[in-house]
């Protein structure tokens, strides 16, 4: 292990070491609401977990440390991805994005409208 082509001595070994900060950091995401996880981020996640997985045991020598971080990394990212779509789908089958809509509406004309009360008060 000490002197062995994927062994401490080379960068075979710390690249999976400290690629688990990923993992360990997408597994605290898990405690975040799914509305502030970014769905384009852990679809990249998922897919570099999946090729650089099956890269690992192309290579030579295989790493099967960095076969097994590239795994678990690309599963957080799904079970991620997974709870961002089901909770954009709930979200638009229970309506409350046209609410938020037309809140959104509602205090952008609110705004418009002080604000030209407001030039109009400055310009006299």
């Known amino acids: 292990m000490w002197n062995g082509p994927v062994g401490v001595k080379t960068v075979h070994f710390w690249a999976?070491?400290?690629?688990?900060?990923?993992?360990?950091?997408?597994?605290?995401?898990?405690y975040r609401p799914p509305e502030k996880l970014s769905l384009t981020q852990n679809i990249a996640l998922t897919g570099t977990g999946i090729i650089?997985?099956?890269?690992?045991?192309?290579?030579?020598?295989k790493n099967y440390l960095l076969a097994?971080?590239?795994f678990?990394?690309?599963?957080?990212?799904?079970?991620?991805?997974?709870?961002?779509?089901?909770?954009?789908?709930?979200?638009?089958?229970s309506g409350i994005g046209a609410?938020?809509?037309?809140?959104?509406?509602?205090?952008?004309?609110?705004?418009?409208?002080?604000?030209?009360?407001?030039k109009d008060v400055a310009g006299k």
């Open 16 to 30: 999976p070491v400290m690629k688990w900060a990923l993992v360990i950091t997408g597994i605290s995401d898990f």
């Open 52 to 61: 650089w997985t099956r890269w690992c045991l192309i290579i030579k020598p």
């Open 68 to 70: 097994a971080v590239n």
């Open 72 to 93: 678990f990394l690309g599963c957080v990212g799904l079970v991620q991805v997974g709870r961002i779509v089901s909770w954009q789908r709930s979200v638009e089958a």
């Open 99 to 118: 609410e938020a809509e037309d809140a959104k509406d509602k205090v952008v004309g609110g705004a418009k409208e002080a604000l030209a009360k407001v």
